[in-house]
Each structure stands twice: as C-alpha cells, then as structure tokens.
C-alpha cells in the first residue's frame, strides 16, 4: 500500500521560505512522477509543481513559477518543495500525490495527507 507522508508546513511571515518533504512508501519511487498540489480555505485544491521520474522534467503552475522549486531524491524516496519568497496567498494546506507513471500525463493516484503552511502578511 502506497503511503505519502508530508512534513515541512508551518507559519512564516511574508517574504519567507520553507521547505515541504514528502516521504513515500509502498512501490517502486523511483518509476512514478511525483507533484505537490494545495488547497486554500473555500478554493479548490489546484496544482503546484511535478516532476518526472527522473527528475529531469518539471512542471509549474504560474502562480510559483521561479519562486518554488520541485526536486526528488530517488535514493531516499523523498519529493521537496522548497517555496522561496512566500506571500499571503500561498497559505494553503498542501499535498504530495504520486502519480500512475513516469510521468505526470493523468491525475495522481495516490494523495499524502497534507501540511498547513500558513503565510502572514
């Protein structure tokens, strides 16, 4: 059984950084992309960033594009999300999925249980 175990959040003040780890277990980590999403009080969770099996390819969402940074260590099973320049918006609970391959082509399987970063002005 696949598990995603989140660690990282907290509160920063505006301007801030922290870095989010995701721990997974269960199967192979290395054969899977893996992405971090975030879902803030009254929104829709939405995507953040992924990266591929290799960790040659990323993927951004606009929103944190050159101010977050997605990176896998495949030796130690562990995705990071190192957020850099955090404003008020980015306050959100978020969560580490893996997805069903190599890539990031099709929604994630499997979900961790997420890390509240909260952001103050």
Do not use: H
């Amino acid at each position: 059984q696949v598990q995603l175990v989140e660690s990282g959040g907290g509160l920063v003040q505006a301007g801030g950084s922290l870095r989010l780890a995701c721990a997974a277990s269960g199967r192979t980590f290395s054969s899977y992309a893996m992405g971090w999403f975030r879902q803030a009080p009254g929104k829709e969770r939405e995507f953040v960033a992924a990266i591929k099996w290799s960790a040659i390819s990323t993927y951004y969402a606009d929103s944190v594009k050159g101010r977050f940074t997605i990176s896998r260590d495949n030796a130690k099973n562990t995705v990071y999300l190192q957020m850099n320049s955090l404003k008020p918006e980015d306050t959100a609970v978020y969560y580490c999925a893996q997805y069903g391959s190599m890539y990031y082509t099709a929604p994630p399987d499997y979900w961790g249980q997420g890390t509240q970063v909260t952001v103050s002005s």
